[in-house]
C-alpha cells in the first residue's frame, strides 16, 4: 500500500512542478486583474456546470498479475468500459465531480505467467482465471494547476489537474468451469462462467477455515491526474489517468491459503480452487505445457479432509499452501478520454445607475 501511495504522490509532484512555467498561460481576465493591482473573488455567477461522457480503459493489478509485485500487469488483458460524469465549478481552481462508471477486467495464469520465469511458474501451475464487472459511483474533488478568474468562456486553453475523491463500486468475479472437475467426472456447468463468491473457494463459507467472507460492495479512494483541453466556448475534451486504490483483496476471488477441500460445500467449489491439474487453458482451448503436466501428475499426494475424506494435490496445493499474497490489496488503473459540455451560467447583464 505505501508503494502505491508514494507512486500516487510523486505523479502529483511531477505535475506541480509545471504550476508556475504553465500559470504564465492564465486567461486574459486573470491578467488585466493583476496589472490594475485588483483582488479577485470568486462569486456565483463564475460557477458553471458540465456534463459529458468517457470512454476508459482498465487495466488490473493483483494476485494473478504475471509476476509478483504492485507494478506488474498484463496489458493483453486492458478491457474497455465506459461512464457518465458532471462536473460543477466551486472555485477558481476547484470542481466537484459525480461520476457513473461501468468497467470489465480479466485475469489468466495461463495466459499471463512465464514459464521461463522462476518468480511467475508457480503462477501457471496454479493455472486460475477470473473476470469481473465493475459498477462505480464516485465523487470526486478536481483541482486544477491554472486558476480561471474569469467567466467560463475565459477558460484556459489547456489546463493540468490533479483529483482524488471516494468511491462505492459493486463487483462480482467469476471463473470459467472445466469440462471435468478436480476428480476427473464430467461437471454439468462445464463451459459457464459460474459467480465465485457464493462458492467460497478459500473456505469463506466455512467459520472452521477462519477465512471471513468478502463483501460485493466495497469502497476505494480514486486518485490521479489529467489535461483539459478547450475545444471551443463549450466543448472539453479531457485525458485523465486514475488510480482506484482497495482495501480489501477479493477483486479476483484470490488473496490468502489453499483450503483444506473437506470444508468446501462441493466439487465445483473444490475443481475451482485449485486447477493445477486441469490438461486444458479453458479459456483460451489451448493445451497447457505436457513437461509441467507430467511433474504434476508425479507429485500427487493425498489428504484426509476435515469431512474425513480423501483428497489429492500437488505438493504446493496442500491446505495452508499460497495460492495469493495478502500482504497486498489489489488495484486497479482507469486510463479515460472524456469529452464534457459546458452548460454555462447565468452572466448578468449590466447595471446602469
Known amino acids: 500500500m505505501m508503494k502505491r501511495i508514494h507512486l500516487i504522490l510523486a505523479s502529483i509532484i511531477i505535475f ?3 504550476n508556475d512555467t504553465l500559470g504564465q498561460a492564465n486567461s486574459d481576465v486573470f491578467k488585466q486583474a493583476k496589472k490594475n493591482n485588483r483582488i479577485f473573488r470568486f462569486n456565483k455567477e463564475l460557477r458553471y456546470t458540465t456534463v459529458g461522457i468517457s470512454i476508459n480503459a482498465i487495466n488490473y493489478f493483483g494476485d494473478l498479475a504475471p509476476r509478483p509485485g504492485n507494478l506488474s500487469t498484463d496489458i493483453s488483458f486492458t478491457r474497455s468500459g465506459f461512464g457518465l460524469l458532471a462536473n460543477h465549478r466551486v472555485g477558481s481552481r476547484v470542481f466537484l465531480r459525480g461520476s457513473l ?5 480479466k485475469g489468466d495464469d495461463f495466459e499471463s505467467a512465464d514459464l521461463n520465469d522462476p518468480e511467475s511458474r508457480d503462477r501457471y501451475v496454479r493455472n486460475l482465471q477470473f473476470r469481473n464487472t ?3 459511483l464516485s465523487g470526486t474533488v478536481i483541482f486544477d494547476l491554472i486558476r480561471n478568474h474569469g467567466f ?3 477558460r484556459a486553453r489547456f489546463t493540468p489537474y490533479i483529483f482524488t475523491g471516494f468511491a462505492l463500486f459493486h463487483h462480482n468475479p467469476e471463473a470459467k468451469v472445466p469440462e471435468f472437475d478436480y476428480k476427473g467426472d464430467p461437471l454439468a456447468e462445464a463451459g459457464d462462467w459460474v459467480k465465485l463468491h457464493p462458492l467460497g473457494t478459500e473456505g469463506q463459507n466455512n467459520d472452521a477455515s477462519g477465512v471471513d467472507p468478502y463483501h460485493k460492495v466495497q469502497f476505494s479512494v480514486p486518485a490521479g491526474f489529467g ?3 478547450r475545444l471551443n466556448k463549450n466543448f472539453d475534451l479531457a485525458f485523465e489517468m486514475g488510480y482506484r486504490i482497495l482495501f480489501f483483496d477479493y477483486i479476483d476471488d484470490v488473496s490468502n491459503e489453499y483450503p483444506d477441500y473437506g470444508l468446501l460445500e462441493n466439487d465445483l467449489a473444490r475443481t475451482l480452487s485449485g486447477r ?3 490438461p486444458i487453458a479453458v479459456v483460451s482451448g489451448d493445451p497447457r505445457n505436457s513437461d509441467i503436466l507430467q511433474i504434476l501428475d508425479q507429485s500427487r499426494t493425498s489428504y484426509v479432509g476435515a469431512d474425513n475424506n480423501s483428497y489429492f494435490l500437488v505438493s504446493d496445493n496442500h491446505p495452508g499452501g499460497q495460492r495469493g ?3 497486498d490489496n489489489d488495484l486497479y488503473v482507469v486510463t479515460s478520454l472524456q469529452l464534457t459540455y459546458v452548460l454555462g451560467s447565468p452572466i448578468g447583464k449590466p447595471k446602469f445607475r
Open 276 to 278: 493445477a491439474f486441469e
Open 134 to 136: 465493475i459498477f462505480e
Open 101 to 105: 462508471n461501468w468497467a470489465t477486467m
Open 227 to 229: 489535461v483539459r483541453l
Open 152 to 154: 467560463y468562456v475565459k
Open 16 to 18: 506541480l512542478s509545471y
Open 325 to 327: 499474497d495478502n500482504n
